[in-house]
């Protein structure tokens, strides 16, 4: 389980507020796990389980382009992913309550990506005109490799 937030604020020249950009991404992972050996300090296990993942970017710039006229633009980019994982574990225990382990999963995902890419005009304080300038999507399938390396504390 992961989460990340972050807004960015970066003042440019000539504009009248400042560029905001918004990331916000989770990621989940559920998994069941099962010891296969236990020699001394040493054990090794397998898992298997599910993953879900989504990322959420946002940015937004307002520019003044004079007589009144401001263009707003943004740009939104969601993604989405889900598939799921099997792998292997090895973990040395120091003593009764810490140890050290890594895993070694390899995870299939499918994801679907949608890009937009927005302008909307303002024109003096009565007119507004909105127009999608791009908007796309995307479908992926990837299986990666990652490794990993933690500090278990087991009670």
Avoid: W
């Amino acid at each position: 389980l992961g989460f990340e937030q972050s807004v960015q604020k970066t003042s440019i020249q000539g504009e009248i507020s400042p560029r905001t950009t918004t990331l916000l991404t989770g990621a989940y992972r559920l998994d069941v796990c099962r010891q296969i050996v236990n020699y001394k300090k040493f054990s090794c296990g397998m898992f298997f389980g599910a993953i879900f993942d989504h990322s959420k970017l946002e940015t937004s710039t307002v520019t003044d382009q004079g007589f009144g006229t401001l263009v707003k633009s943004e740009l939104t980019n969601k993604s989405v992913s889900y598939g799921g994982e099997i792998g292997i574990g090895v973990k040395y225990s120091f003593n009764k309550h810490i140890g050290l382990g890594t895993e070694i999963p390899l995870q299939c995902k499918y994801s679907v990506t949608k890009e937009e890419d927005k302008q909307t005009i303002t024109s003096g304080t009565s007119s507004t005109f909105t127009q999608t300038i791009s908007s796309g999507s995307i479908v992926s399938t990837k299986i990666f490799l990652p490794t990993s390396i933690f500090i278990c504390i087991m009670f």
